[in-house]
């Protein structure tokens, strides 16, 4: 269902809703619209018809959840970073296993939250998201991290690790671990236009889509440093994926 348009001028965040469960869809549409900067001005059970007026649309942000008809809530993040580029995107999904969050991450959702949270869990992770940062809710953070500081399943992504160059190894590092374009460019005595350079090739190369994907990669193949530091990885993991 698409919602009218007005000839008002509206700075409320418009919001697109992608659950097949329509109980739990208007559910989601009526907390959400408690909100006054909120509005849902789409709402979908399959990904083919949210595709179909994404266009007109022009949303903020997309809430999906995986799991839907015929096609997954994975394509769905991957057409929508190209067909509406500026739009937001955030997981609510029962899937809490790491390879769900790095495949979520890679086709480019900004944020991912399960859906045993509370109300005010889900709308500050939408207030992140939309705000233009990264959200992953604790238990998931929590599950990455512990995933790798016990050893977990064997890393992935070290061949391509292993293709970078040092200088990007290294903005990758500090990336990872929180440090913003102009501060690694200060600490590397390089211009900021140089490690925006940088930052870009990593993307392409590891084919990863922001910095809460970096963090993952970094973490996942030992780049942020030495395997016993929890500490460092808990503070990147809160810095780029912005738990609460």
């Avoid at 900067?37 to 999906?64: H, K, M, R, S, Y």
């Avoid at 296993?97 to 109300?119: I, M, P, Q």
């Amino acid at each position: 269902m698409i919602e009218s348009p007005s000839n008002a001028p509206d700075s409320r965040v418009r919001i697109v809703l992608v659950e097949d469960h329509i109980i739990l869809r208007d559910g989601l549409k009526a907390l959400i619209e408690m909100e006054p900067d909120f509005t849902v001005v789409g709402e979908f059970d399959a990904v083919d018809q949210c595709l179909a007026a994404i266009d007109e649309l022009q949303p903020d942000l997309v809430l999906t959840d995986l799991e839907l008809p015929q096609r997954s809530g994975i394509e769905l993040l991957a057409h929508v970073r190209h067909l509406v580029p500026k739009a937001r995107k955030l997981v609510l999904t029962a899937h809490n296993s790491e390879e769900y969050v790095r495949a979520a991450l890679n086709a480019g959702a900004d944020g991912y939250v399960l859906k045993d949270a509370d109300r005010a869990e889900l709308i500050l992770a939408i207030r992140t998201v939309s705000a233009g940062q990264q959200f992953l809710c604790e238990a998931v953070a929590n599950k990455v991290l512990c995933g790798y500081l016990s050893g977990g399943e064997a890393r992935r992504g070290a061949a391509t690790a292993q293709s970078i160059t040092g200088r990007e190894r290294e903005v990758l590092t500090r990336i990872a671990l929180g440090e913003s374009n102009k501060t690694i460019a200060r600490s590397l005595a390089l211009s900021v236009k140089t490690i925006e350079k940088h930052r870009s090739n990593l993307m392409r190369k590891l084919d990863l889509h922001n910095a809460a994907a970096i963090t993952l990669f970094a973490v996942r193949n030992g780049l942020t440093g030495e395997p016993g530091s929890a500490v460092q990885f808990e503070a990147a993991l809160a810095q780029n994926a912005s738990v609460g």
